[in-house]
Every structure is written in C-alpha cells, then in structure tokens.
C-alpha cells in the first residue's frame, strides 16, 4: 500500500505518516482508493498581502495557524453592531488565503484530488507554486481539483488557496438581497484524494457519474433497487474492469452480490448499470423505522481491486393522493417541522461536523419528521444525519427573492446539479426547491430539478402577498403563511414557512390549520434555530429588527425554548408532562405541554384545577393542544400531573423563580459522535444560572466568566464579546475547541456573588484516515437457495436447481460454501414429486416440488462446511393430494454444541390446500446451527401425526 505523509502543522509535528487503507474492519476492501482528512494545520492570513501566497518561497511564519471548518473572520452575537443592508455589498465581503504543506507519494498510475464540501464563495488554488484551478460558481456546493500533474511525488507539496468572499453579481445569492448573512471562509471539510486512474468520478462531474442509486419498486415486502457507477479510465490504453457491487444490510451481511466485466477505451468513462430486487429479510425506510442498506462497489483492473466507493439508501416511496395528501410506504403522513438555517453565532457557517449531527437530533427527538434546508444546500453531515435519524427533507440552492440574468442563471443551473448529484441517495430527501421565496415556481429551477431527478417532487416556494396562487408547474404550492393565507383551489399544498413563539401558541395555530385539509401535506415553522441576519434595507416601525431572531424553537446555540417542549408533546409517543418555565409562564398564565388527556395542577400540594387540554377552535386539529390554567403564580411550587384514564402517567414540578444562586455547566455532547483532538472539533458548552432550588433563572442579567484547562480552548479573538459571556434566557454559551492532544477538558464558570460550577469532557484522538475511521465491517458470508425437485420441476427464480429421480441423487454439492456436501436421508424411501406440477403462493415454484417420505422422517447432514453459525431454513409443504398436510413437525439437531430436540413453532396457522399457500410461502422451519468444520451437522425432521414429511428446498447462510 501507498502511504500519505501529511505535515500537520497545528499537532507541531513536522510530518506525520498515515497508512493508506490502514486498519479497515473485517471484510472491507483494500484497494488504492485512499481519502485523508485534511482540515488540520493550515496557516491562515485575511485579506491582501505583499507578494503572492502561491509561490513556495513565501513566507507565512507570521501567519496563523487555523483549522477547518473555518470563518474568516469571528463575530459578536449581534453581527458587531453593523448597520449595512440585507444585500451585504461589503460586511464580511473579505478573502482570505490558507496554504498548507504535504508529503505526498503517489504512482505514476495514480490521481491526486483535493476534494472541498464547501468553500465562500469563489476558491481558486496553487500546488506548488503553479495555479492548479478556479471554482467560481457556488459557495454551498461541494467541488474538486486534479491536482495529479503538479504534485511532487515522494516530496513537500504546498497548497495554496484563496477563498474569495467578496460580493459577486454573477454568484447567487448575489447580487441581491438575502435574509441570511453570507459568512466566509474555508468553512467545511477538505479532503486529499487519491486513487488508481481507473476509478470511479465524483458524483457532480455530470448526470452519468459517480454513483447513482433509485428504488424504482418498493412495496411492503420486497424492492428493486437500481444502480449505476460510472468508471473513468485514464489510461492511455483500455482497461478490462469488472465491478463488484455488494448490497448490505444494517448487520454488516452482504445480502446481495452483482458483478458485471466490460472493456473500457482509453481515455473515457463507462456507466455500468446494475440492478437487483431484495426480499429476504426486507425493511423500508421511514421516519419511525429508518433503515439503511450500504452499497459497496470494488473496481478491479483484470483481477485487481483497485478502487472502491461505499453510498447508503434506504427503500421508501412516496406520492400525493387525493384525500389522503402526502403518503409514504402506502400511509398518509402529515408532515411537521422547522426550517434550518446552518449558522451558529460567532462562527457564523464553520460548523463541525458534530453540531450539525446534534442539532439534527435535537429535531427527531423533539418528534419532528421534516427539516427545510433554508436557503441554500448544506453540509453532507446533515444529510447524513437526516437519513440516519429519520427526518425527511426539503433542500434548496442558495437564492432568496430576486433572480439575475443569463451568466447568474447558469451558475444556479450547475450548483442546482452539483447539488442534486451530490445528494440524490439521500433516502431523507424528498423535495427540491424549485424557487425560494421567488413568489412562484422559476421554471428554469423546475427543468433543472425534474431532468436530474424526476423521482422526487419540487415545491414552488410561494407567498400570499405576490405571485402565482397555485403550484404552477412544480409539484406542490409551498407558501410561507404567517397570517390566515388562503389555499389554492385545487392543488396540494404546504406552508413550509410559519409563525413560531416561545409559548408555543403561534405554532398550535398555524399546524393546526394547515391539517384541517387534505390538501395540505406539511407544516414547517419558521424557524428551527435563531440565526443572525443584517437590518433591511428600510428601517421603519414594521420593519426594525434585531440582529439575531428570537421566535425559533431551539436558542441561537441551539437550547431549547418552552415551544420546543410543546412540540414534543404534540408528536411524541412516550409520556410527557411539562411546564414551560417562566419566560412564558407568566402573566397569571401556566402553560403546561403534555399528551394526557387531563392534567391537574397543584400549587403547594394544593389542587388548582383539573382541566382538559385548551379547547380553543384554533387548535382543534391536534393531537395535543396546550393546557393553559389561569393562574396567578407569586411564590412556592407548582406540579402538574398528567393523566390518561385515570392513570397518572407522569408529573413535572417547578419553584418559583428566584435569586440567581449557583452555576451549572453542560457540555454538548454531539448526540454519540465523538469529540476528536486535532483542533477541527468545537463542542458547546452552557452555562446555567440557577436558584437555590435548581431552577434556571430566565430573568438573570449576570455576565459570565468562563476558563478553561486542559486539551482544550476558547473560540474567542477578544473582540467578540464571548468571555465573560452574556445571558439569553438563564444560559451563557461558548465554544471549546479541541487542541492537538487527546486528553481531558475541564470547563469552569463563575460570576460574581454566584456558587461556580464546572464540566469536564474528553477528546478521542483524531485519526484523519476518512476509510479507516468510517469504514464498517462487511461480513460477505455465503447465502444458497436451493430448490428441490423431481426431472420436470420449475425452478424458482434466483434458485440452484436439485433435481433427480431415484435414491441415487441424495446428495448435492454446495459450491458456494466451499464445495460443501448435503445428504438427504429417511425412513422408508425417499419419492421425489415435480412432473409438470403446479400450485398457488408465494415461492410457489419452489414449494410446488420437492421430496419426500411417506414414513414421516427426512434427515439432513451437512458435511465440509467450514467454522461458524449458520442459519437454515427449510421448506415442508405437503404436495400429494391424498396426503395429509402437517404444521406439527420437531426437530432434532445435533451439531458441534451437542443435541437439540425442539417442535417447531415458526408457522401459527395451519395449510389446509396442497396447491395453494394463498399470499404466504409455503411451511417453513428455521434452524441454527453451529459446525467447528471437522465434524457432521444432522438435522433431523419428523412428523408428529402419521403421514407424509416433505422437503421443498431450503436457503442456507452463514452468519458469523
């Protein structure tokens, strides 16, 4: 194997070697095909500079040493107090260039591609000294460098890259006004790429690319799954490649196996199209269940692996169905959720990986099933998220409102593909914007969408003040509605943009409304975390504003509000009781959220009232409105109960706020993502000002200092106003950043007159081998379906055909498992039954023949089978006419653990008809056994009741 030495100059180690492929999990392949992480150890410079940054005899050793994700330039919570417009000609409108060296070896039959998922705005590149490329079209998509012919094999490379932020006409969103800040910098995750030059391309380059996966049928226990890889050839002569697809379970077990050989001329691509249906041990994709298969394609040069790529999917369908609305996997859904902006204060869009996981979960477990991507494509790490928690999505390119002319449309037009591409295996994803907040459909955005993916549906983006009334030629009319907007007549309909408040009121509202019809598929709330945005271009009364909003259901370092709970409640099976605290309890109200039918509230044990959820007309739709008791709240404890028949099912306390007493400091924990060294990673940590009785004083003014020890540090350039940090509703946040070392961080926080408090969290290191670390073991382990027969049997689709006609053909040979040997034998003599027969059922080839004895005893002996578990299942449905049909048949299994006699139970309903299993296969029976590869495993099979024992066929898999 090659190896990549990588200098990182944040770990202050001159270089650091990393194997290439190193410590993959078992079965995974090994082949050229190696993805380093790159984000670590970058100096980093603002703005211009004397001489140019490309040339290697620069000096940077004045520089800063940065890690990505990275933002230019840091800000205060209320963007430095900057007056400019929503257009944003100039705030933050800077560049900025980063240069890094690497040891790089690579053979002359390799690629080397520096990969980035996202860069502000326009990047251009150097590799030693010599400018290696542009991408100038999009800052929210992801883009690559071949940088093969500038690198130094075996030698220091520097990389130099300018990324450019500066206000650009002919780059959406500009040059127009947008209600979201465009942040800078070098802000996602960078990769070195290499690879044999028989490889598979990345999936933007174009339609035919990369790897391409569709469910074309998906039905309640079976699918189709389509797959198309295209392979580029760079040779000089054509290459004899052959492609190996592995379809793999959410256990790791392959469970389908496609290999197709063809010619590749030198110099060119070639699509490869594979396509296969799952139905043994099948699972859709869902909200409630999201289940996901991998898909493994190893590239071979004649008989060599060369490179590899690994995409996830999951099966599910959807469709929009008159008087049913939005339907997935054959079930109306109504579909409730928030809009997501993905910046966080003071970093502005450099999220980590990390946060963008845990602000994902924060959404599932608040029991929501949709996430609107606003306003633009965002980090594969949400995607990703989505896809493994179960929330569905609406992603969009970056435009807002206004459009541009011919040079601006055609770069939306390839960021609309890049985008698309890059995301389309995302089983999450099941809309595309087709105009954002354009006031109707764009049909240049609408051909974009349908020609690269006509599967999934698009929505128009609407409002009730301008534009078209409808859905125009999208899917769905999508409208933002923060009043009592009116439905189009006809078709389908979704407010993905409506109000939102802390108490939760608003939000009861609008969902509530928008599921009086069927028409209406989706409630998406503006918004699910607050997100800086600069002041309009009119200041007057309706429209001043403050630089960070304040009506979103999760803190603008993502704590939840008192609406968030409501949510919960609303859409959450477990039981739920709360009481939202006193930012929104007040006012001789108590709002308490809970999905009980009665709840009671006491104060000082005393019994307020008993009351039913609010029966207001304008939450009548919902599953669980609000309880809100009228009560004037000055002192002591209030509890609720909650109660569904009677039975209490949960209660939740509070005291009345009072002074500000001690400190409390949490950690994000980033879900079960681990907080890796190195110095890309940022974790958030919250400090809590309580009471004497625990309770979070929302009202607290104090400021708060935090320190640190450890491997860890502040996000803070002392201009940020971070430390001592501000209150918003009790809390005061910053951000600890990993430092080179793994080890311990030990966060403090204190104010004056105030108990401290302290937290501590732990780094994992950091291994920057994208395979290694990500790789999951693949156990490939043989699967036979064998289907039994007399000379003229039909054989079942997908089977091994064992045919014979005398006891001399009772034993066959399982080639799959290592030329393995099976032995059937019984009482009395063994008939064999498939002359032109027929019957009704599922697998009903396989079932309508088979063998059998009229004794009542079949035997099987596996022999030659090597070290493992296996699983068995056998198939008993009874074909002769005159015989009678059994469901009562024990086993006995002798195998390298012992002997084993149990009655089988796997069938609960009994067969009455020899030639028909109506929608069910036929009688079946699952064994496991173990074998320690020297020593027989027999199983034996009997007829409790006099009568005729059969044996169909059987599937054989090894599993461990």
Request: with cysteine; aromatic share 12%.
């Amino acid at each position: 194997m090659n190896t990549v030495k990588l200098s990182l100059l944040l770990l202050l180690i001159s270089s650091h070697l990393y194997s290439q492929n190193s410590d993959l999990p078992e079965g995974f392949p090994k082949t050229d095909r190696s993805k380093i992480n790159i984000n670590n150890g970058w100096k980093f410079h603002l703005g211009e500079v004397s001489g140019n940054p490309g040339k290697i005899e620069f000096n940077d050793v004045q520089w800063k040493e940065v890690s990505v994700p990275h933002t230019l330039q840091l800000v205060s919570y209320e963007l430095d107090s900057i007056k400019e417009s929503w257009v944003q000609e100039k705030y933050l409108r800077d560049f900025g260039w980063y240069r890094k060296n690497l040891v790089i070896d690579a053979a002359a039959d390799e690629k080397v591609f520096i990969e980035f998922e996202g860069v502000h705005n326009a990047t251009e590149i150097w590799v030693n000294g010599e400018q290696a490329g542009s991408f100038k079209i999009n800052g929210y998509v992801p883009f690559h460098f071949d940088i093969t012919k500038y690198v130094k094999p075996g030698q220091q490379n520097l990389i130099a890259i300018k990324a450019d932020n500066s206000y650009d006409k002919s780059i959406a969103p500009d040059p127009h006004r947008t209600d979201y800040v465009k942040f800078g910098g070098l802000y996602r995750d960078v990769y070195l790429v290499k690879t044999n030059k028989l490889h598979v391309n990345f999936n933007w380059e174009d339609y035919n690319a990369g790897v391409h996966i569709t469910t074309p049928t998906v039905n309640t226990n079976n699918g189709t799954v389509s797959i198309k890889t295209t392979v580029s050839n760079e040779y000089d002569v054509p290459q004899n490649t052959k492609i190996a697809t592995r379809i793999i379970n959410d256990k790791g077990y392959v469970i389908k196996n496609l290999e197709n050989e063809v010619l590749i001329p030198a110099n060119s691509t070639h699509t490869f199209y594979q396509t296969t249906g799952i139905d043994d041990d099948f699972h859709l994709w869902s909200p409630d269940t999201p289940y996901l298969y991998r898909v493994n394609s190893v590239i071979y040069n004649e008989e060599e692996p060369v490179d590899y790529v690994e995409n996830r999917f999951g099966f599910r369908t959807f469709k929009l169905v008159e008087g049913k609305g939005f339907v997935l996997n054959g079930e109306p859904i109504f579909l409730i959720g928030v809009n997501r902006h993905q910046n966080f204060p003071n970093i502005g869009d450099a999220v980590p990986n990390a946060l963008h996981y845990q602000e994902a979960l924060q959404y599932k477990q608040a029991g929501m099933n949709i996430i609107r991507l606003a306003h633009y494509t965002q980090d594969d790490a949400f995607l990703d998220a989505c896809d493994e928690l179960g929330l569905l999505v609406y992603e969009e390119p970056s435009t807002w409102i206004e459009w541009g002319g011919e040079e601006w449309f055609s770069k939306l037009d390839r960021a609309t593909r890049i985008m698309i591409r890059n995301h389309r295996n995302h089983p999450s994803i099941v809309f595309w914007g087709a105009g954002i907040n354009h006031r109707g459909p764009v049909p240049q955005m609408q051909y974009v969408a349908k020609e690269e993916d006509p599967n999934r549906l698009t929505a128009s983006a609407s409002s009730p003040w301008n534009g078209v009334k409808n859905a125009g030629i999208t899917d769905v009319h999508a409208t933002m509605d923060y009043r009592r907007t009116e439905w189009p007549e006809s078709d389908f309909n979704m407010v993905m943009e409506h109000g939102s408040s802390a108490n939760a009121e608003v939000n009861q509202f609008h969902i509530s409304r928008y599921k009086a019809s069927k028409q209406n598929i989706a409630a998406i709330g503006w918004l699910g975390a607050d997100y800086n945005h600069l002041q309009p271009d009119i200041i007057d009364s309706r429209w001043k504003r403050d630089f960070m909003t304040t009506y979103a259901v999760l803190s603008a370092y993502r704590v939840p509000k008192p609406v968030y709970y409501w949510y919960q409640s609303e859409l959450v099976s477990k039981p739920i009781v709360h009481i939202a605290d006193e930012s929104v309890s007040n006012n001789g109200k108590i709002r308490v959220f809970s999905n009980a039918r009665e709840v009671a509230l006491y104060h000082n044990d005393s019994l307020i009232s008993r009351q039913l959820p609010d029966n207001d007309p304008e939450k009548a739709n919902l599953e669980h409105p609000s309880f809100t008791f009228h009560y004037n709240w000055k002192e002591g404890e209030i509890r609720a109960e909650g109660f569904i028949h009677g039975e209490k099912i949960g209660e939740h306390s509070r005291t009345k706020q009072a002074e500000p007493y001690e400190i409390e400091v949490k950690i994000s924990d980033g879900g079960d993502q681990a907080f890796y060294s190195g110095g890309s990673d940022l974790r958030l940590a919250h400090a809590y000002v309580l009471d004497k009785n625990g309770e979070i004083v929302t009202s607290a003014e104090n400021r708060i200092n935090f320190e640190i020890s450890g491997e860890g540090e502040f996000v803070d350039n002392g201009k940020i106003e971070a430390n001592p940090a501000l209150l918003y509703d009790g809390v005061a946040s910053i951000y600890v950043r990993s430092t080179a070392a793994a080890g311990k961080i030990e966060v403090m926080a204190s104010s004056e007159g105030l108990k401290p408090g302290k937290t501590s969290i732990t780094t994992a290191t950091f291994n920057p081998d994208e395979i290694a670390r990500t790789a999951q073991p693949i156990y490939d382990f043989p699967v036979v379906k064998i289907d039994i027969g007399g000379e003229k049997q039909l054989v079942q689709h997908e089977w091994q055909a064992w045919t014979g006609n005398s006891n001399k053909e009772l034993r066959f040979e399982l080639k799959d498992f290592q030329d393995a040997k099976i032995k059937i034998s019984g009482a009395g003599k063994i008939n064999w039954f498939g002359d032109d027969a027929s019957m009704l059922g599922d697998l009903s080839f396989m079932g309508t023949d088979g063998v059998y004895s009229e004794e009542g005893e079949l035997q099987l002996e596996f022999s030659g089978l090597e070290n493992g578990e296996y699983v068995l299942e056998t198939y008993h449905h009874t074909r002769r006419g005159d015989a009678k049909m059994t469901n009562d048949i024990e086993l006995e299994i002798k195998d390298a653990k012992g002997s084993f006699t149990k009655k089988a139970d796997d069938h609960l309903v009994d067969y009455y008809q020899h030639d028909s299993t109506g929608e069910r296969e036929p009688l079946s029976v699952k064994t496991i056994f173990n074998t320690n590869g020297d020593k027989e495993v027999i199983i034996s099979f009997k007829n409790l009741e006099e009568g005729d024992i059969w044996l169909n066929g059987f599937i054989l898999k090894k599993v461990n």
